[in-house]
T-cell receptor, first 114, second 108 residues
Framework: DGGITQSPKYLFRKEGQNVTLSCEQN?????MYWYRQDPGQGLRLIYY???????QKGDIAEGYSVSREKKESFPLTVTSAQKNPTAFYLC?????????????FGNGTRLTVT | DQQVKQNSPSLSVQEGRISILNCDYTNSMFDYFLWYKKYPAEGPTFLIS?????DKNEDGRFTVFLNKSAKHLSLHIVPSQPGDSAVYFCAATPFIAFGTGTRLTIIP
């Protein structure tokens, strides 16, 4: 089955530690995205990538970093510089970057930092 | 600055009746609008979309209406079913802006 896999589903970290969230897709999509969901704030775009080895900052990129070394993979690192890292993180992909192609989402990773 | 707004955080509708979810946007550059449905602890799934050159798109029980002059779109679900209970997000491209979501509860 084609889809997007995010792992792990739940992640716990101590404050001050960097943590990397995994996102893999086998849909052969060119574009991939990372969103963060907080209560009452909808989905906010962190980073997106339209092609391998290229990525762009979204609305709330501070404290995050990404890489896109392979078409299938778009890992997100939450660094210690991110002031409020506890959130639900969603990865998505689409056939066409920023176009009319719907986003396909993974099932998310809930990160808790204490 | 929220470019896509869903002003109703929640909505309760009796089973079998019509559910109407609303969305307003501010950026006239948006040319494509999408609705997503989300269950708890899962990623959103695409529901229905509409291009800015149309004012209506229908898919089974789901119909999306677009009023460009008012910068307003709405999702109609009829008849509403218990499985429709979820959070609904509207989104607009090309900037892929999402609304804050409306939690729809269908009352049996």
């Amino acid at each position: 089955d084609g889809g997007i896999t995010q792992s792990p589903k739940y992640l716990f970290r101590k404050e001050g530690q960097n943590v990397t969230l995994s996102c893999e897709q086998n849909l052969n999509h060119d574009a991939m995205y990372w969103y963060r969901q907080d209560p009452g704030q909808g989905l906010r775009l962190i980073y997106y990538s339209q092609i391998v080895n290229d990525f762009q900052k979204g609305d709330i990129a501070e404290g995050y970093s990404v890489s896109r070394e392979k078409k299938e993979s778009f890992p997100l690192t939450v660094t210690s510089a991110q002031k409020n890292p506890t959130a639900f993180y969603l990865c998505a992909s689409s056939m066409l970057p920023q176009g009319s192609s719907p986003l396909h989402f993974g099932n998310g990773t809930r990160l808790t930092v204490t | 600055d929220q470019q896509v707004k869903q002003n109703s955080p929640s909505l309760s509708v009796q089973e079998g009746r019509i559910s109407i979810l609303n969305c307003d946007y501010t950026n006239s550059m948006f040319d494509y609008f999408l609705w997503y449905k989300k269950y708890p602890a899962e990623g959103p799934t695409f529901l229905i979309s509409i291009s800015s050159i149309k004012d209506k798109n229908e898919d089974g029980r789901f119909t999306v209406f677009l009023n460009k002059s008012a910068k307003h779109l709405s999702l109609h679900i009829v008849p509403s079913q218990p499985g429709d209970s979820a959070v609904y997000f509207c989104a607009a491209t090309p900037f892929i802006a999402f609304g804050t979501g409306t939690r729809l509860t269908i009352i049996p």
